[in-house]
Structure formats: structure tokens, C-alpha cells
């Protein structure tokens, strides 16, 4: 395939709004949402708030490409505003083809825009549905979570992850990306203090990292490493291995 191409920090559309959702007290906090208000900064937002969020972003390109079968079909789950399919369109065969899921109409639109802007020509849907009752996943070479599962019911996520493991072919692989949560306080609160370090180092007060964690705070649960890996063990993958990891953020391949 062709060479790499820089994955930027806005998914590879220029001029997007800095993230300021949180930049104000507010009197109440709400639960986080992905509304339009949300998706028109969401690019910037992962590109300050995830760790080497770029780097992950290549590192699935490369890694989908070794999976991905000509005349197959790789899912993106919870695919945003599509960075990770234009991350990986450059990389996996253009006879793959694309089909992300998200349930936010507004996350989509502006999927759409980007991948329109950039010339994606591999043949690609974007399809409005919620995950968790979503069908099957037909003729499936790769499976893309990233930072998706955590925002799953944990009562649901099991199930989640069955249908997906049932719609792989043989040696597809699932990747997931995911926040971590560990058993050890010390180094939980440790992880948790460096990555608002980053956070802040990247531009972020303290009043906007305190706003967004009572935000999320009832919206993404995330399990321990232990957790995430005896779960993908459960549904039937053969081969679990984190290919990422930086405090508590990793990236995980699991291999039907």
C-alpha cells in the first residue's frame, strides 16, 4: 500500500473549533453528550484529552491492514467523526470496505464532511444505530472499537462483544482501544493525576478537566486490564495482547 500519511491531531481536517465545552462553571453539570455541539469540537477534544491519540490512530491503520481480507468488510463502532477510517484508508486494501456505526446523527454528519473532504473513494456507509441493538456484522475482517466500549453498559458489553465475535471471519481481530480503571488505589490515583498532567499541558484548566470528569462520571465506566481481558477470553478469542498502553489508556488486539 502506499506510504503513511500524517494522521494531525484534528483527524486530518483543518480548521476545526478548539474545545471550550467545558471552559465555563457551570452551575449543574450534565451527563456528557455526543451533540452537535460536542461533534463540532470532538477532533480537537481526542486530540488534547487522548494520550499519543495520533500514534494509536496509525497503529490501528497498520494493524488493520494485515487483517483486512480483499472483498471483506472492517466495522467501526462508535466511529465518531471517522478518524479512524481516515486513518487507515491510505494503509488497508481498497477492496475493504468501511461501514462505521455511531448513535449520534450529529458525530455522523460531521464523519461524513471529513471523509467527503478527504477523497475516500474505497467504498464506505455510515449507518445511524445504537451498538448495543445492533444486527449482525457480516463478512467481517476487522472489528474497531476505540474508546466505544467503555461507554457501554457494562451489563451489555459481553453481549456486545458475542455479536461481534460472531460476525469476524476465522483470524479477523477485533481492536480496542480503552480507559483504563485499576484495583491498586495507589496507582489508579497516580495514572489518574499523570493524565491530567497531560491534559493540562495540552491547554486544559482545571476547571474544565474537573467539569468533564463529573460529566463522564455516570457515562464511561472503565473496567480494570484484567477485566477487559478475561472478558474477550469469555466471548472466544484466542490471541488477547495490549499493543499500546500509556498509564491508563490501552490498546488491545483480540484474534478470532
Given at each position: 500500500?502506499?506510504?503513511?500519511?500524517l494522521?494531525?491531531?484534528?483527524?486530518?481536517?483543518?480548521?476545526?473549533?478548539?474545545?471550550?465545552?467545558?471552559?465555563?462553571?457551570?452551575?449543574?453539570?450534565?451527563?456528557?453528550?455526543?451533540?452537535?455541539?460536542?461533534?463540532?469540537v470532538?477532533?480537537d477534544?481526542?486530540?488534547?484529552s487522548?494520550?499519543?491519540?495520533?500514534?494509536?490512530q496509525?497503529?490501528?491503520?497498520?494493524?488493520a491492514?494485515d487483517f483486512?481480507?480483499?472483498g471483506?468488510?472492517?466495522?467501526?463502532l462508535?466511529?465518531?467523526?471517522?478518524?479512524?477510517?481516515?486513518?487507515?484508508?491510505?494503509?488497508?486494501?481498497?477492496?475493504?470496505?468501511?461501514?462505521?456505526?455511531?448513535?449520534?446523527?450529529?458525530?455522523l454528519?460531521?464523519?461524513?464532511h471529513k471523509?467527503e473532504a478527504?477523497?475516500?473513494?474505497?467504498?464506505?456507509k455510515?449507518?445511524?444505530a445504537?451498538?448495543?441493538?445492533?444486527?449482525?456484522?457480516?463478512?467481517a475482517?476487522?472489528?474497531?472499537?476505540v474508546?466505544?466500549?467503555q461507554?457501554?453498559r457494562p451489563l451489555?458489553?459481553?453481549?456486545?462483544?458475542?455479536?461481534?465475535?460472531?460476525?469476524l471471519?476465522?483470524?479477523?481481530?477485533?481492536?480496542?482501544?480503552?480507559?483504563?480503571?485499576?484495583?491498586?488505589?495507589?496507582?489508579n490515583r497516580?495514572f489518574?493525576k499523570?493524565?491530567?498532567?497531560m491534559?493540562r499541558?495540552?491547554?486544559?484548566?482545571?476547571?474544565?478537566?474537573?467539569?468533564k470528569?463529573?460529566?463522564?462520571?455516570?457515562?464511561?465506566?472503565?473496567?480494570?486490564?484484567e477485566?477487559?481481558?478475561?472478558m474477550?477470553?469469555?466471548?472466544?478469542?484466542?490471541h488477547?495482547?495490549?499493543?499500546?498502553?500509556?498509564?491508563?489508556?490501552c490498546g488491545?488486539?483480540?484474534?478470532?
Open positions: 500500500m502506499s506510504k503513511d500519511r494522521v494531525t491531531l484534528d483527524g486530518g481536517a483543518a480548521g476545526k473549533p478548539r474545545d471550550q465545552i467545558f471552559a465555563d462553571e457551570q452551575p449543574l453539570v450534565k451527563d456528557f453528550r455526543f451533540d452537535s455541539k460536542t461533534a463540532q470532538f477532533d477534544m481526542v486530540g488534547r487522548v494520550p499519543f491519540y495520533a500514534e494509536i496509525r497503529m490501528i491503520g497498520e494493524i491492514a483486512a481480507t480483499p471483506s468488510t472492517i466495522y467501526d462508535g466511529c465518531a467523526t471517522a478518524t479512524t477510517i481516515f486513518a487507515l484508508d491510505d494503509k488497508v486494501d481498497p477492496e475493504v470496505a468501511v461501514v462505521g456505526i455511531d448513535n449520534s446523527a450529529e458525530m454528519a460531521e464523519a461524513g471523509l478527504a477523497g475516500v473513494s474505497r467504498p464506505y455510515l449507518i445511524e445504537d451498538i448495543e441493538a445492533h444486527g449482525a456484522y457480516d463478512n475482517s476487522v472489528v474497531l472499537m474508546l466505544t466500549l461507554f457501554i451489555q458489553r459481553q453481549r456486545v462483544l458475542d455479536k461481534v465475535f460472531a460476525g471471519k476465522t483470524d479477523g481481530c477485533l481492536i480496542l482501544v480503552e480507559k483504563l480503571n485499576f484495583s491498586a488505589t495507589l496507582l497516580l489518574i499523570y493524565y491530567y498532567d491534559k499541558r495540552n491547554g486544559y484548566s482545571d476547571v474544565e478537566i474537573s467539569q470528569r463529573e460529566a463522564l462520571e455516570n457515562v464511561l465506566v472503565p473496567y480494570r486490564p477485566e477487559n481481558r478475561a474477550l477470553r469469555e466471548v472466544g478469542f484466542r488477547v495482547e495490549e499493543f499500546f498502553r500509556w498509564y491508563n489508556f488491545i488486539i483480540a484474534v478470532k
